[in-house]
């Protein structure tokens, strides 16, 4: 398999370089490649007046760097993200992403944090089938799980994601954009767009592979207003999304409340493998649920406690916080998040 490599460089600062894998050129000889690669690289630019071309290549598919996939499942495929928050790392690549492969395609959930990490997740695939990849599958809205979705689109995946997705993240695309051109090289993030859906699941849905379905579930509010958790019926494996975090500490975007009501509703009934969506897979439920449970117990205890004590938000937060701090040594990047967490726990439950 060779792959089509444009070099770009930003229209208004040429200094700031990268390169873009184009999908639509993957062939399975450097001669192919060749032959489509100058107007495929044009057709591309056309579309992106915020980009100047450069060199055009035809690349070996072992010699571009992939994302590093294991296989926990016949045909599932996850690729483990680093456990910390997206500023302590050189390039956000934090989310676990899965590749699930079946008879009529590829289903891919979550595309990373930017193209470049969509690339690398396309050339690892690439390494796996040449199946077609017909379905990415977005867990919610989140910057290091949505941002590397144009490249699952360019190879002919439909997208499909939560009802409440389009909102939440038209909303906040820009800031996300501008968040990892601040942190990471251009290398990183050059290319990188919001995509929006093409299927938005309202409570439940199904994807057929062929010899394999997928179950899609729509929550209420939880982590995000977005959370969606994908069940490979054939065996057994529930991708969460972040509606469950181990190792890393768990971030509150959407609701506290319903976070714990949806931990209290057996979610993972019948699932025997759960893909967190952050930090390592596990084959119970109950031990890889109890650290999170037990933290946005006493997140919520702690803040109503505070609200109970007649705090303002500015003063509650620090007490909050320090309320918190026997729990910090068992999650990575605790401090870089305790703020905001009670922040976000106290708006909400100041209305109970
Ligand atoms: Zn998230």
Redesign the pocket.
Known sequence: MFHVILGVCLALSPDQCGTILLPRGDSPTQQACRAGADRLAADWLEDRPDLVGGAIACRANADLPAAALQEIAPGIHVHFGTSQQMEETPDGRIANLGVIVGRDGVAVIDAGVSRAEGQALHVAIRRLTDRPVTHLILT?M?P??VLGAQVMVEAGATVTAHHALPQALQMRADSYLDLIARLYPPAEWIGTQVVMPDSLVQDRATIDLGDRRLQLRAWPPA??DSDLTVLDEATGTLFT??LLFRDLTP?V?GSLRGWLAWMDSDPAAGARLIVP?HGPVSESWAPAAAPQQTFLKALADRTRQAIGDGLALSAAVPVIANALQPLQNSWNSYPETVARNATAAYKELEWE
């Open positions: 919610h989140h290091d799980h982590h995000t999304g972040d971030v975007d969506g």
